[in-house]
């Protein structure tokens, strides 16, 4: 069974810093690629961060390019996903979620597995 559970979400003031764990199971880890993404209220779903576990090659958009560094455990079978310089419009709930590797993307439909999410907020 695939699983693939969060950790890590917690309240923190702006320019704060949290580091976030995606643990996996059930599938091949480095055939892999980890995609995580965050909700916030009232708004989409968006991609922040890709990691393909074959290669190591990682993706972040612009809105969150250097805040953001995603890294992979291979001993561990965990992605992590560090925060840094957060801001209150951060606040969201952050999943992460899987899919075979090859295609480089933070389209939803793209990823065939995904974790419960945890919670982060940050205060002004």
């Known amino acids: 069974e695939v699983q693939l559970v969060e950790s890590g979400g917690g309240l923190v003031q702006a320019g704060g810093s949290l580091r976030l764990s995606c643990a996996a199971s059930?599938?091949?880890?480095?055939?892999?690629?980890i995609g995580w993404f965050r909700q916030a209220p009232g708004k989409e779903r968006e991609g922040v961060s890709y990691i393909s576990n074959s290669d190591g090659t990682t993706y972040y958009p612009d809105s969150v390019k250097g805040r953001l560094t995603i890294s992979s455990d291979y001993a561990k079978n965990t992605v992590y996903l560090q925060l840094n310089s957060l801001k209150p419009e951060d606040t969201a709930v952050y999943y992460c979620?899987?899919?075979?590797?090859?295609?480089?993307?933070?389209?939803?439909?793209?990823?065939?597995?995904w974790g419960q999410g945890t919670q982060v907020t940050v205060s002004s």
């Open positions: 979620a899987a899919r075979p590797w090859g295609l480089r993307t933070l389209a939803e439909g793209e990823y065939d597995y």
């Open positions: 059930g599938f091949t880890f480095d055939n892999y690629a």
